[in-house]
């Protein structure tokens, strides 16, 4: 028995993304770009991995993370569009954090709206390690992002911060699923996001305290701006619990734009098109002054200038 429960919690058996099974192996089998980072114990590192759209075409890169004890990652990946064209651009990244390892991922996604976006990750945080994943989906006609996170290892931590933008007819999946297994754990989500147009957007959070994960904590957390009645928004958080001592908190803030602001702002010259297209600037700008690097920066101008009438000069 004690074998067999070894083998169930081992990473080898555990191991799943966000996306699923069937996801993964199309991601995996198709990967064009295939990268491993191994951070020795102790060490600092920091990586930056870019896919680019090819024309007809799936651009995709695999990524295999393991800090060691100790370790401490930065990874940035970056998903774009430079040029016209349409296809699937994705990633798929799984992350092994030994103990107390720290790994920090940052993910901007800026297609064009003929591109679909694919982003799955799997986690796996052994004692004390620290996964913080920060998530920014600006663009894309189409995106789904799904993580799944194994927190094994007693007193480990994961962080997801997730911002997120639909507009005009895009669509927007997102499924997070976090499991709780080693004691004191602690996984925090947050979301927070502007639906303008006629966009959709579906959000899952699931927290699942695992049976002897005694004295762990979950909480996730969204926020949604609708600022189109047009809009199609769907929020899903659901936390289950197979132990006694622990807590699981969600709450969602969902609003519409009142009559009462559109009226406000029309009165000053703007109409619908041109308040939506405040809100998405306001998105975009925010995204475009945390970016990780000048080149994340400027794809972030990129798409900022396809969709906003002088959009550089005035972020300038």
């Known amino acids: 028995g004690a074998i067999k429960l070894e083998e169930e919690l081992s990473p080898a058996e555990a191991f799943e993304t966000g996306m699923g099974e069937a996801a993964y192996t199309y991601l995996a089998d198709h990967a064009t770009k295939r990268v491993v980072i191994d951070v020795p114990a102790y060490k600092h590192a920091t990586v930056t991995v870019r896919v680019s759209g090819v024309d007809a075409a799936a651009t995709i890169a695999a990524i295999d993370v393991v800090a060691r004890p100790q370790a401490t990652l930065d990874l940035q990946i970056a998903l774009d569009s430079p040029v016209a064209g349409q296809g699937v651009v994705g990633s798929v990244l799984r992350v092994c954090a030994h103990e107390y390892a720290t ?68 669509v927007r999946d997102f499924n997070y699923e976090l499991r709780h297994r080693g004691r004191k754990t602690e996984c925090e989500i947050d979301a927070n996001g502007v639906l303008t147009g006629t966009s959709k957007k579906v959000y899952r959070g699931t927290i699942d305290l695992v049976h002897g994960c005694k004295g762990a904590t979950g909480t996730e957390r969204e926020t949604v701006l609708l600022a189109n009645k047009g809009v199609d928004n ?83």
Do not use: M
Request: aromatic residues 4%.
């Open 234 to 316: 769907k929020t899903v958080p659901v936390i289950l619990c197979d132990e006694d001592d622990v807590a699981g908190n969600h709450g969602a803030t969902i609003g519409h734009v009142r009559d009462e602001q559109l009226f406000y702002l029309a009165c000053r010259g703007l109409d619908q098109n041109a308040a939506e297209d405040l809100f998405i600037r306001a998105k975009l700008e925010d995204a475009a002054l945390s970016a990780t690097d000048e080149r994340t920066r400027a794809a972030v101008v990129r798409l900022g200038n396809n969709l906003i009438n002088n959009f550089e000069e005035e972020l300038a």
């Open 103 to 170: 790994v920090n991922v940052t993910c901007t996604q800026t297609l064009d709206d003929s591109w679909i976006a694919l982003d799955d990750t799997g986690l796996f945080l052994d004692e004390g390690a620290r996964v913080n994943v920060q998530h920014s989906v600006l663009g894309a006609g189409a995106s789904a992002t799904g993580l799944a996170g194994d927190l094994l290892g007693d007193t480990a931590k994961v962080t997801i911060d997730t911002d997120y933008l639909g507009a005009r007819e895009q």
